[in-house]
C-alpha cells in the first residue's frame, strides 16, 4: 500500500491534548481504502479504517473529506493551524498598558509567566476585552476551550466585544455542544448573531422566532400588531421576559423591534420567575453597549426592594454586585473613552422619574432600625438613588455615599452617627459575632466598610482619585466635568427627556454656564424648541419660552408657531397663540399651515382656530388648495383609533364650515380615495361630502359606518342611512351590505342588534331581495339577532311553494318553537309532496325535540295509509336509536304487514340490539328460519343476543329456546349449529336458562352420541 495523502489535526482543551490522523492509501491503480488513527499527543495511537474493503479513488476521497470535516467541525486543528495565529509580541505595540495583558495571555497559551504576580487567565481575558485589544484575538481564540468555564465564558466575551470574524467556527462549536453552559451558549449566539451573513443568519434568526409564542411569530413583522400583543402579554411579567429574551436577540437586525420592546421593559417588575432572563439582558446589553437597555435593567436592579423581605427577588450581595459592575462601568469609561460615559451617564440619568424622589420603603426600614439617627432632613431628594447621585455628585464633596444613601456631608460631620449593630460590636469584641452582626456584616461587605470614613464606593482595580474628577472645575460636583462640557448637547438630551427636576437643574445649570451656549441655543432645531417647553419642569418652560419668544420676535418661523400650538404644555400653546396672532395675515394664506392648526393635537386649539378662522374671511384660492392638500392628507391617514377619529372629526368639521364649495367641487376619484380610507372619520367626512352633492355613497362604507365601534360615527350613519330612504336601489345595497354582518362576531357589543333593528324597521320593505339559501342561513344563524331576521323572512317574504322538503324537515329541529311549528304547518298543507319525499319527510323523527317527533307520528298515523309505505321505509324508522320512534315502526310493521316482506324484516332487525325488536322477530323465525340451515347459521348472532340477556326478554327466550330445540332435533348438521351456540352461551346463563340448555343438550346427545357436547351424564347409582 501506498499513501497517497494524510491529514494530521490536533485538539486541545483544558488537560485533553489528542490527535487525530487520517490516511487515504493505494492498493492498486483503481482500489483505495481510508484508514484513521487517534489517541493523546505522544502515546501509542489506536487504529482503526472507515472502508472494509478496496473502494474506487473518488469514493475514498468522499470519505476522507467527511471525516476531515467532521474533525474540524469539533475543533481539530493543523499543527500549522495551531501555531501560525500567534503573533510575535516583539511586533506589537509597545503599549504599557495592553503589553503585560498580551504577555500574560502568552504565557497562559504556552504555560510560561515572566511575571512574579499571578492573574487569573479569565481575568486577563476580560480585561482584553473591556480595552477592545484587536491584538488579543488571536491569544484569547486558543484559550477558549482551555481552563475551567468561566475562562471560556470570558474568552467569548472578548471575541464578541473584537468583533471577531475569524471566531465564527468557534461559536458555532459552542452552540453545538450540548456540554457547553447555558451561558456560554448564550454569549456564542450572540457572537454569531452580530457576524452570521445570508441564509446563515436567517437560520439563526429562524431559531429565536421558533422560540416565541405563536401569536407573537404570526405578527413579528407587523409592528402595530406587535405592540398591541406585547401590551397585552407585559401584565404577564414571567411569560413576557421570556419573551423578550428572544426579541432582544432579534432585535439586533431589526431596530423596530427593540423600540417597541423598551417601553414594555420599563414596565415589568422583577420577580423570582423573570429574574434570570434579565439579568441575561443586563449582560447582552452590556455586550452591545445599548446602552439604553443596560440602564434601564440598571436602574431596575438598584431599585428592587427586598431587604428585610422573604420574598426578596435577589439578595443584596446579588444586588451590590450589579451596581459594582455599573459603577466599574461608569468609571472606565471616564477614565478611558468620554463619549460611551456621556452615553451611558445619559441613559441612567433618563432612567429615574419623579417616583424615586422618596425613599423605598426598605430603604425606610433600613434606616429606621439600623440608623436611628439620621433624619429624613439630613437626605437630599433622590437619597437612594446611587446611580443617580454618583453621577450629578460623585465628583463633589457637598454630598457623601454612607451605605445605602448619599447624604449632606455638613450633617455627616456634625453628628456623630453610630448605628446599633457597631454598639454591639463593641459590647462583643471577645466573642463570636452574634447572628444579627453576621447579617449586618453582609450588608456592609455590600455597602462600604464601616470602620473607615464612607466615601463614593470605587472599584479596587479602577479607583480615581478625588482630585482628578475636581480638576480645575471648581463647584462642579459631576463626575468628569470636562467630559459634560466636550459634549453640551447632553445637557439638552436631558433637559429634553428627563422628568426629574433635580436633572433639569443640572442640566440647565452647566448649559447656561458653558461658553459655546450661544451657539448651541441658535442651533436648536424646532422639534428641539417645542419639547423644551412641552416639558413639566417649570424653570425649564420658563427658560424655553424665553429662548423662543425671543427667536419669533427677530423672524417669523411658521412651524415652530404651528409646534408650539402642539405643545403638552399650556404655557407653549398661549405663546404659540400670541404668535399666530401676532403673524395672523402672514398665515391666513398659507395653506400648509392651516390645515395643520385645523387639525392640531388638542381640542382647546382646534377649538379655538375654528373661531379664529370663522372672523375672517380666506382668499378663494388659498381655500381651493387647502382643501386639496386636506383631501391629500387624509387619504393617507391609517390611524382608526378612538382619539384619531375624534381629532378628524372636529378637523372635518372646521373645514367643511369654511369651504363648502369648494368640498362640493371634489371629484368622484378623491372622494373614492376618501371612501377608501381605513379610517372612519375619513369615511364620514366622504359621505357627507356626497350627500351635499346630492350623490348616493358606497353603500360598503355606509354600511362600514353604521358598524363602527364608535356610537357617534353609527348615529351620523344612520342619520346618513335615514336621508337616502327614498333612493330603494340603494336601500336594496345596504340590506345587501348589512345582512351579512350578522353570520359573523361582533366587532363591538351590540352590533348584531343595531344592524337587526335597520333591517327589522327602516329596510324591511326591502328583505325580499335576500335569496331563499341565505334567508335559510340567518334562521339557523348563530346569533339571536340573525334568527330574527330569518323569522321574519320565512314569515313575510320566503315563497313557500319554492322551499324543499328536506329543508323544512331541517326548520322543524329549530331551537325557536315558533319556527317547528311553522314547519309543522307546513307540513300539514304539503301531505302530497310529503308522501312523494316520504324519504326525506321521515326524517322528522330524528328530531331532538320531542314534540316535533310526536307531530310527525300523529301526521303520519293521519296521512299515511298502507300503499305509502315500503318495507325498506318501515325497516328505517324501526332502526332508530329513540325509543319512541322504534316503537312508533314496530307499530306500522305489525299493522301494515304482509307475507311477503317477513323475510326482509328478518334479515335486516335480526341484529337489532332493542328487547322489543328482537320480540318482533322472534315471529318471523319460525315461518321463515324453520328447517333452513343457512338460515340458522345466518341467525347465529341474534340467537346468542337474545340468550345471554341476563334477566331480560323471557318470552324472546323462550321463543329462541324452543326454536332452537326444535330445529336440532331435525339433523345431525342442525344440531351441530345449535350445540356450538349453547355451548358457548350456557357458561353465563342464569339457572333457568342453564337448566333448558342442559335438557336440549341431554337429547342432543341421546339423539346423537357421536355430537360433543360440554357437559358428561352421570347415571344415579340405583338402590
Given at each position: 500500500?501506498?499513501?497517497?495523502?494524510?491529514?494530521?489535526?490536533?485538539?486541545?482543551?483544558?488537560?485533553?491534548?489528542?490527535?487525530?490522523?487520517?490516511?487515504?492509501?493505494?492498493?492498486?491503480?483503481?482500489?483505495?481504502?481510508?484508514?484513521?488513527?487517534?489517541?493523546?499527543?505522544?502515546?501509542?495511537?489506536?487504529?482503526?479504517?472507515?472502508?472494509?474493503?478496496?473502494?474506487?479513488?473518488?469514493?475514498?476521497?468522499?470519505?476522507?473529506?467527511?471525516?476531515?470535516?467532521?474533525?474540524?467541525?469539533?475543533?481539530?486543528?493543523?499543527?500549522?493551524?495551531?501555531?501560525?495565529?500567534?503573533?510575535?509580541?516583539?511586533?506589537?505595540?509597545?503599549?504599557?498598558?495592553?503589553?503585560?495583558?498580551?504577555?500574560?495571555?502568552?504565557?497562559?497559551?504556552?504555560?510560561?509567566?515572566?511575571?512574579?504576580?499571578?492573574?487569573?487567565?479569565?481575568?486577563?481575558?476580560?480585561?482584553?476585552?473591556?480595552?477592545?485589544?484587536?491584538?488579543?484575538?488571536?491569544?484569547?481564540?486558543?484559550?477558549?476551550?482551555?481552563?475551567?468555564?468561566?475562562?471560556?465564558?470570558?474568552?467569548?466575551?472578548?471575541?464578541?466585544?473584537?468583533?471577531?470574524?475569524?471566531?465564527?467556527?468557534?461559536?458555532?462549536?459552542?452552540?453545538?455542544?450540548?456540554?457547553?453552559?447555558?451561558?456560554?451558549?448564550?454569549?456564542?449566539?450572540?457572537?454569531?448573531?452580530?457576524?452570521?451573513?445570508?441564509?446563515?443568519?436567517?437560520?439563526?434568526?429562524?431559531?429565536?422566532?421558533?422560540?416565541?409564542?405563536?401569536?407573537?411569530?404570526?405578527?413579528?413583522?407587523?409592528?402595530?400588531?406587535?405592540?398591541?400583543?406585547?401590551e397585552s402579554q407585559s401584565s404577564h411579567a414571567d411569560i413576557f421576559a421570556s419573551s423578550l429574551e428572544n426579541l432582544y436577540y432579534l432585535s439586533f437586525h431589526q431596530t423596530y423591534i427593540r423600540e417597541?420592546?423598551?417601553?414594555?421593559?420599563?414596565?415589568?417588575?422583577?420577580?423570582?420567575?423573570?429574574?434570570?432572563?434579565?439579568?441575561?439582558?443586563?449582560?447582552?446589553?452590556?455586550?452591545?453597549?445599548?446602552?439604553?437597555?443596560?440602564?434601564?435593567?440598571?436602574?431596575?436592579?438598584?431599585?428592587?426592594?427586598?431587604?428585610?423581605?422573604?420574598?426578596?427577588?435577589?439578595?443584596?450581595?446579588?444586588?451590590?454586585?450589579?451596581?459594582?459592575?455599573?459603577?466599574?462601568?461608569?468609571?472606565?469609561?471616564?477614565?478611558?473613552?468620554?463619549?460611551?460615559?456621556?452615553?451611558?451617564?445619559?441613559?441612567?440619568?433618563?432612567?429615574?422619574?419623579?417616583?424615586?424622589?422618596?425613599?423605598?420603603?426598605?430603604?425606610?426600614?433600613?434606616?429606621?432600625?439600623?440608623?436611628?439617627?439620621?433624619?429624613?432632613?439630613?437626605?437630599?431628594?433622590?437619597?437612594?438613588?446611587?446611580?443617580?447621585?454618583?453621577?450629578?455628585?460623585?465628583?463633589?464633596?457637598?454630598?457623601?455615599?454612607?451605605?445605602?444613601?448619599?447624604?449632606?456631608?455638613?450633617?455627616?460631620?456634625?453628628?456623630?452617627?453610630?448605628?446599633?449593630?457597631?454598639?454591639?460590636?463593641?459590647?462583643?469584641?471577645?466573642?463570636?459575632?452574634?447572628?444579627?452582626?453576621?447579617?449586618?456584616?453582609?450588608?456592609?461587605?455590600?455597602?462600604?466598610?464601616?470602620?473607615?470614613?464612607?466615601?463614593?464606593?470605587?472599584?479596587?482595580?479602577?479607583?480615581?482619585?478625588?482630585?482628578?474628577?475636581?480638576?480645575?472645575?471648581?463647584?462642579?460636583?459631576?463626575?468628569?466635568?470636562?467630559?459634560?462640557?466636550?459634549?453640551?448637547?447632553?445637557?439638552?438630551?436631558?433637559?429634553?427627556?428627563?422628568?426629574?427636576?433635580?436633572?433639569?437643574?443640572?442640566?440647565?445649570?452647566?448649559?447656561?454656564?458653558?461658553?459655546?451656549?450661544?451657539?448651541?441655543?441658535?442651533?436648536?432645531?424646532?422639534?428641539?424648541?417645542?419639547?423644551?417647553?412641552?416639558?413639566?419642569?417649570?424653570?425649564?418652560?420658563?427658560?424655553?419660552?424665553?429662548?423662543?419668544?425671543?427667536?419669533?420676535?427677530?423672524?417669523?418661523?411658521?412651524?415652530?408657531?404651528?409646534?408650539?400650538?402642539?405643545?403638552?404644555?399650556?404655557?407653549?400653546?398661549?405663546?404659540?397663540?400670541?404668535?399666530?396672532?401676532?403673524?395672523?395675515?402672514?398665515?391666513?394664506?398659507?395653506?400648509?399651515?392651516?390645515?395643520?392648526?385645523?387639525?392640531?393635537?388638542?381640542?382647546?386649539?382646534?377649538?379655538?382656530?375654528?373661531?379664529?378662522?370663522?372672523?375672517?374671511?380666506?382668499?378663494?384660492?388659498?381655500?381651493?388648495?387647502?382643501?386639496?392638500?386636506?383631501?391629500?392628507?387624509?387619504?393617507?391617514?391609517?390611524?382608526?383609533?378612538?382619539?384619531?377619529?375624534?381629532?378628524?372629526?372636529?378637523?372635518?368639521?372646521?373645514?367643511?364650515?369654511?369651504?363648502?364649495?369648494?368640498?362640493?367641487?371634489?371629484?368622484?376619484?378623491?372622494?373614492?380615495?376618501?371612501?377608501?380610507?381605513?379610517?372612519?372619520?375619513?369615511?364620514?367626512?366622504?359621505?357627507?361630502?356626497?350627500?351635499?352633492?346630492?350623490?348616493?355613497?358606497?353603500?360598503?362604507?355606509?354600511?362600514?359606518?353604521?358598524?363602527?365601534?364608535?356610537?357617534?360615527?353609527?348615529?351620523?350613519?344612520?342619520?346618513?342611512?335615514?336621508?337616502?330612504?327614498?333612493?330603494?336601489?340603494?336601500?336594496?345595497?345596504?340590506?345587501?351590505?348589512?345582512?351579512?354582518?350578522?353570520?359573523?362576531?361582533?366587532?363591538?357589543?351590540?352590533?348584531?342588534?343595531?344592524?337587526?333593528?335597520?333591517?327589522?324597521?327602516?329596510?324591511?320593505?326591502?328583505?325580499?331581495?335576500?335569496?331563499?339559501?341565505?334567508?335559510?342561513?340567518?334562521?339557523?344563524?348563530?346569533?339571536?339577532?340573525?334568527?330574527?331576521?330569518?323569522?321574519?323572512?320565512?314569515?313575510?317574504?320566503?315563497?313557500?311553494?319554492?322551499?324543499?322538503?328536506?329543508?323544512?324537515?331541517?326548520?322543524?329541529?329549530?331551537?325557536?318553537?315558533?319556527?317547528?311549528?311553522?314547519?309543522?304547518?307546513?307540513?300539514?298543507?304539503?301531505?302530497?309532496?310529503?308522501?312523494?319525499?316520504?324519504?326525506?319527510?321521515?326524517?322528522?323523527?330524528?328530531?331532538?325535540?320531542?314534540?316535533?317527533?310526536?307531530?310527525?307520528?300523529?301526521?303520519?298515523?293521519?296521512?299515511?295509509?298502507?300503499?305509502?309505505?315500503?318495507?325498506?321505509?318501515?325497516?328505517?324508522?324501526?332502526?332508530?336509536?329513540?325509543?319512541?320512534?322504534?316503537?312508533?315502526?314496530?307499530?306500522?310493521?305489525?299493522?301494515?304487514?304482509?307475507?311477503?316482506?317477513?323475510?326482509?324484516?328478518?334479515?335486516?332487525?335480526?341484529?337489532?340490539?332493542?328487547?322489543?325488536?328482537?320480540?318482533?322477530?322472534?315471529?318471523?323465525?319460525?315461518?321463515?328460519?324453520?328447517?333452513?340451515?343457512?338460515?340458522?347459521?345466518?341467525?347465529?348472532?341474534?340467537?346468542?343476543?337474545?340468550?345471554?340477556?341476563?334477566?331480560?326478554?323471557?318470552?324472546?327466550?323462550?321463543?329462541?329456546?324452543?326454536?332452537?330445540?326444535?330445529?336440532?332435533?331435525?339433523?345431525?348438521?342442525?344440531?351441530?349449529?345449535?350445540?356450538?351456540?349453547?355451548?358457548?352461551?350456557?357458561?353465563?346463563?342464569?339457572?333457568?336458562?342453564?337448566?333448558?340448555?342442559?335438557?336440549?343438550?341431554?337429547?342432543?346427545?341421546?339423539?346423537?352420541?357421536?355430537?360433543?357436547?360440554?357437559?358428561?351424564?352421570?347415571?344415579?347409582?340405583?338402590?
Open positions: 500500500m501506498k499513501l497517497v495523502k494524510q491529514s494530521h489535526l490536533f485538539f486541545r482543551e483544558g488537560n485533553s491534548d489528542k490527535e487525530y490522523i487520517i490516511e487515504l492509501l493505494k492498493h492498486t491503480e483503481e482500489l483505495f481504502s481510508v484508514n484513521f488513527k487517534y489517541g493523546r499527543r505522544g502515546a501509542v495511537l489506536k487504529e482503526g479504517t472507515k472502508t472494509e474493503k478496496p473502494i474506487t479513488l473518488a469514493a475514498a476521497e468522499l470519505i476522507f473529506n467527511k471525516l476531515e470535516t467532521e474533525k474540524r467541525k469539533k475543533g481539530y486543528l493543523s499543527e500549522s493551524e495551531l501555531l501560525s495565529t500567534l503573533p510575535n509580541l516583539d511586533s506589537l505595540s509597545p503599549d504599557l498598558q495592553k503589553h503585560p495583558i498580551l504577555q500574560r495571555l502568552d504565557g497562559a497559551i504556552k504555560g510560561t509567566s515572566v511575571f512574579k504576580t499571578y492573574w487569573k487567565t479569565s481575568r486577563v481575558i476580560w480585561k482584553a476585552g473591556g480595552l477592545k485589544m484587536m491584538e488579543a484575538e488571536p491569544f484569547v481564540s486558543q484559550l477558549v476551550f482551555k481552563g475551567d468555564k468561566m475562562q471560556q465564558y470570558a474568552a467569548l466575551w472578548t471575541l464578541v466585544r473584537l468583533k471577531s470574524i475569524n471566531s465564527i467556527t468557534i461559536f458555532k462549536r459552542v452552540v453545538e455542544n450540548p456540554k457547553s453552559t447555558l451561558h456560554s451558549r448564550r454569549v456564542a449566539k450572540e457572537g454569531l448573531l452580530q457576524m452570521l451573513e445570508g441564509d446563515e443568519l436567517t437560520s439563526l434568526q429562524q431559531e429565536f422566532v421558533s422560540k416565541l409564542p405563536i401569536v407573537l411569530q404570526e405578527n413579528l413583522h407587523d409592528a402595530f400588531a406587535l405592540k398591541e400583543l406585547l417597541l420592546i423598551i417601553p414594555h421593559l420599563k414596565k415589568v417588575g422583577i420577580s423570582k420567575k423573570n429574574f434570570k432572563e434579565f439579568r441575561y439582558l443586563f449582560k447582552i446589553a452590556e455586550l452591545r453597549s445599548d446602552f439604553e437597555v443596560y440602564a434601564i435593567l440598571a436602574h431596575k436592579f438598584e431599585r428592587a426592594d427586598g431587604f428585610g423581605n422573604t420574598s426578596k427577588v435577589f439578595s443584596n450581595k446579588t444586588k451590590a454586585y450589579f451596581l459594582q459592575r455599573v459603577i466599574r462601568q461608569i468609571y472606565e469609561f471616564g477614565k478611558e473613552n468620554p463619549e460611551n460615559f456621556i452615553q451611558l451617564s445619559i441613559s441612567i440619568l433618563l432612567s429615574y422619574d419623579k417616583q424615586n424622589r422618596d425613599l423605598s420603603p426598605s430603604n425606610k426600614l433600613f434606616l429606621e432600625q439600623w440608623f436611628w439617627r439620621i433624619k429624613l432632613e439630613d437626605l437630599p431628594p433622590f437619597a437612594d438613588a446611587i446611580l443617580l447621585n454618583l453621577i450629578l455628585h460623585g465628583g463633589g464633596t457637598r454630598l457623601i455615599r454612607y451605605y445605602r444613601f448619599w447624604m449632606i456631608a455638613e450633617a455627616r460631620s456634625s453628628k456623630k452617627i453610630e448605628n446599633r449593630a457597631f454598639q454591639m460590636q463593641r459590647k462583643q469584641q471577645q466573642t463570636k459575632e452574634t447572628f444579627i452582626g453576621s447579617i449586618f456584616k453582609s450588608i456592609l461587605k455590600i455597602f462600604g466598610n464601616s470602620n473607615q470614613e464612607p466615601t463614593i464606593v470605587h472599584d479596587s482595580t479602577n479607583s480615581i482619585p478625588q482630585n482628578s474628577l475636581k480638576s480645575t472645575n471648581k463647584g462642579r460636583e459631576e463626575l468628569y466635568p470636562q467630559h459634560w462640557d466636550k459634549f453640551p448637547h447632553a445637557y439638552l438630551a436631558l433637559l429634553l427627556r428627563s422628568e426629574v427636576d433635580l436633572i433639569h437643574g443640572f442640566a440647565l445649570e452647566r448649559l447656561l454656564d458653558h461658553p459655546e451656549y450661544k451657539t448651541i441655543i441658535n442651533q436648536l432645531s424646532v422639534s428641539d424648541l417645542v419639547g423644551l417647553v412641552s416639558s413639566e419642569i417649570e424653570p425649564t418652560i420658563n427658560w424655553a419660552t424665553d429662548l423662543i419668544s425671543e427667536r419669533l420676535q427677530v423672524k417669523l418661523e411658521k412651524t415652530l408657531v404651528i409646534g408650539l400650538l402642539n405643545a403638552n404644555s399650556s404655557k407653549g400653546q398661549e405663546l404659540g397663540k400670541q404668535f399666530f396672532q401676532q403673524y395672523l395675515a402672514d398665515f391666513l394664506i398659507d395653506s400648509d399651515s392651516l390645515l395643520s392648526v385645523i387639525y392640531a393635537n388638542h381640542f382647546e386649539i382646534r377649538h379655538w382656530i375654528k373661531g379664529l378662522l370663522q372672523e375672517h374671511t380666506l382668499h378663494k384660492d388659498v381655500l381651493n388648495s387647502l382643501i386639496d392638500l386636506a383631501v391629500l392628507w387624509l387619504a393617507n391617514q391609517t390611524d382608526n383609533s378612538a382619539d384619531c377619529n375624534m381629532l378628524l372629526n372636529q378637523g372635518n368639521k372646521t373645514l367643511q364650515d369654511l369651504a363648502v364649495e369648494q368640498l362640493m367641487l371634489l371629484s368622484d376619484d378623491q372622494l373614492n380615495a376618501l371612501q377608501l380610507s381605513p379610517v372612519v372619520a375619513v369615511k364620514l367626512f366622504a359621505l357627507k361630502i356626497i350627500i351635499l352633492k346630492n350623490q348616493l355613497p358606497n353603500a360598503s362604507v355606509l354600511a362600514e359606518l353604521i358598524c363602527s365601534d364608535v356610537k357617534g360615527n353609527r348615529k351620523l350613519g344612520e342619520g346618513i342611512l335615514n336621508s337616502l330612504l327614498n333612493k330603494p336601489v340603494f336601500l336594496v345595497e345596504m340590506v345587501n351590505e348589512l345582512y351579512p354582518k350578522l353570520f359573523v362576531k361582533e366587532h363591538f357589543e351590540g352590533q348584531h342588534l343595531v344592524v337587526q333593528g335597520l333591517l327589522s324597521n327602516s329596510l324591511r320593505p326591502y328583505l325580499s331581495k335576500i335569496n331563499i339559501a341565505h334567508s335559510l342561513r340567518l334562521i339557523h344563524g348563530n346569533y339571536i339577532p340573525a334568527q330574527e331576521i330569518g323569522w321574519i323572512l320565512l314569515t313575510e317574504q320566503i315563497d313557500k311553494d319554492r322551499l324543499l322538503v328536506k329543508q323544512v324537515v331541517h326548520l322543524a329541529s329549530h331551537n325557536d318553537l315558533r319556527v317547528r311549528q311553522w314547519s309543522w304547518s307546513w307540513f300539514d298543507k304539503k301531505v302530497s309532496l310529503a308522501k312523494v319525499e316520504i324519504e326525506e319527510t321521515i326524517k322528522l323523527l330524528q328530531s331532538k325535540w320531542d314534540d316535533t317527533r310526536q307531530f310527525t307520528i300523529d301526521f303520519l298515523r293521519k296521512n299515511f295509509v298502507e300503499e305509502d309505505w315500503s318495507p325498506e321505509v318501515l325497516i328505517g324508522i324501526v332502526d332508530s336509536v329513540k325509543p319512541d320512534v322504534e316503537a312508533f315502526g314496530r307499530e306500522l310493521i305489525t299493522n301494515f304487514y304482509e307475507e311477503g316482506n317477513g323475510l326482509m324484516y328478518l334479515s335486516f332487525l335480526c341484529q337489532h340490539p332493542s328487547l322489543n325488536v328482537q320480540l318482533l322477530v322472534s315471529n318471523f323465525i319460525e315461518k321463515y328460519a324453520a328447517n333452513n340451515i343457512e338460515k340458522l347459521r345466518d341467525l347465529d348472532y341474534y340467537f346468542r343476543s337474545v340468550l345471554m340477556r341476563v334477566n331480560k326478554g323471557r318470552n324472546t327466550k323462550n321463543r329462541v329456546f324452543h326454536f332452537l330445540h326444535q330445529e336440532a332435533m331435525r339433523s345431525q348438521e342442525a344440531a351441530c349449529v345449535v350445540s356450538n351456540i349453547l355451548s358457548d352461551v350456557s357458561a353465563t346463563m342464569a339457572i333457568e336458562d342453564k337448566a333448558k340448555c342442559i335438557q336440549i343438550m341431554r337429547d342432543l346427545e341421546k339423539l346423537y352420541p357421536s355430537l360433543l357436547l360440554p357437559m358428561t351424564t352421570i347415571e344415579f347409582e340405583t338402590r
